[in-house]
């Protein structure tokens, strides 16, 4: 029989059925994975040993090894590489904040069929969807390593490789791990989920997660510039985009993160900062300015960042039409800790080597 992931309930649930385990048996093993950290099965001291065999004989605790993982010189940022055991590179990154409030990263695919232009993730194609023990893994080894810091994940946001909407199913029940009170417990308007704009799936997501954050890659406030950068604008444009997010808002109450990256010479030009405003003037909105990562060791887009004074040009310029907005710290420059880079980086390498 082939070995299955711990974290998948409902198979769990079955071994120990068919082992005439008792009922509570499953919540020791839940409480030893999720609340006490354990690494393997024979940690769970509450459980017999020989149940303890039959989940080493029956299940993995993890699929995923750590390929590469550095932090920041300031300790604040750790960027992981996995590798999936089919042999895929994906990515999760920790963001300490000094509150507190830790932050992870996620990857839903390995790499993504979305193909913007500044994106090194788009440069990998699809490579596949990931399950859902890959998500949960990656929570689950951040988790860990917090814990070993003497503090807590508080925010996951999928802002990885991926686009979660195309992903659906394994998003939606990734963020019933995450929520679970006997799993990860956290709160839903602390998972956030980032999509580049794929209209159905957020008009679903909003009928299945109105608590759950949503953050949207605009990147442009016209269809000109943003389909030059962001392919999906040719399927769904910003007025259908708009649309679904006022219905998100008008069904949730919420406010949107609207991300903006910002590209020197592209989309940075200062009569956009006003486009930008009036596009989003009036609605529950709070934009991100993300300045474009060029992440050293890619090969190069021909993109640059925008100048610092120009960022803030667009911010004060957003103020005139009451639209809230922050400037991303770049806390992760030295790691190489754009969506996408380390893992595109790595292949680049591979490839080099084998020619
Ligand atoms: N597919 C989802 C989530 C993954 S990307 C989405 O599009 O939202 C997460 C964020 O990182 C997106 O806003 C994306 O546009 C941004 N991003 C991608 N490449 C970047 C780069 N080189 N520099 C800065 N931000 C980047």
């Known amino acids: 029989m082939q070995r299955f992931s711990i974290h998948d309930e409902q198979k769990l649930q079955e071994l120990l059925g068919e082992h005439k385990v008792p009922k509570f048996r499953y919540s020791q093993i839940e409480n ?32 995923l090894t750590v390929d590469h993982e550095a932090t920041s010189a300031n300790g604040q940022t750790t960027k992981i590489l ?15 904040h000094l509150s507190g409030r830790n932050t992870l990263c996620i990857s839903c ?52 490789m991926g686009e979660p909407m195309l992903n659906y199913e394994v998003m939606k029940e990734a963020i019933h791990v995450f929520t679970n009170q006997k799993k990860f417990d956290l709160s839903n308007r602390r998972v956030t989920v980032s999509t580049c704009g794929i209209v159905p799936w957020i008009n679903k997501f909003t009928q299945d997660f109105p608590q759950t954050s949503l953050a949207v890659s605009l990147h442009a406030p016209n269809d000109e510039i943003r389909k030059s950068i ?25 406010r949107i993160f609207y991300e903006y990256i910002m590209i020197n010479g592209v ?24 300045p474009y990562n060029a992440g050293e060791g890619t090969s190069s887009d021909g993109y640059s960042t925008t100048p610092r004074f120009i960022i803030e040009k667009f911010q004060k310029t957003l103020e005139k039409y009451w639209v809230i907005s922050t400037i991303r710290a770049t806390m992760w420059d030295d790691i190489d800790a754009a969506c996408g880079q380390l893992a595109r980086k790595k292949k680049e390498q591979e490839e080099t080597q084998e020619k």
């Open 267 to 290: 989309n940075d030009h200062l009569k956009l900062a006003d486009q930008l405003g009036k596009l989003l003037e009036g609605r529950l909105a709070h934009v991100n300015f993300i």
């Open 82 to 96: 996995f590798k999936t055991q089919d042999g895929l590179l994906i990515e999760s990154v920790i963001m300490r």
């Open 109 to 160: 695919q390995a790499g993504c069929p979305m193909a913007c232009t500044f994106c090194a993730t788009g440069k990998l194609w699809l490579q596949k969807n990931l399950e859902l023990y890959e998500v949960v893994e990656q929570v689950m080894y951040a988790a860990n390593l917090l814990n070993t810091e003497w503090t807590r994940l508080r925010n996951i946001v999928f802002m990885g």
């Open 32 to 63: 030893a994975l999720y609340k006490n950290f354990i690494s393997n099965f024979d940690e769970i001291e509450t459980i017999p040993k020989d149940l303890r065999e039959i989940l080493n004989k029956s299940c993995f605790y993890s699929s």
């Open 230 to 254: 962001m392919p999906v604008d040719h399927t769904y444009n910003l007025e259908t985009l708009m649309k679904s997010l006022d219905n998100y808002t008008d069904a949730t109450n919420k």
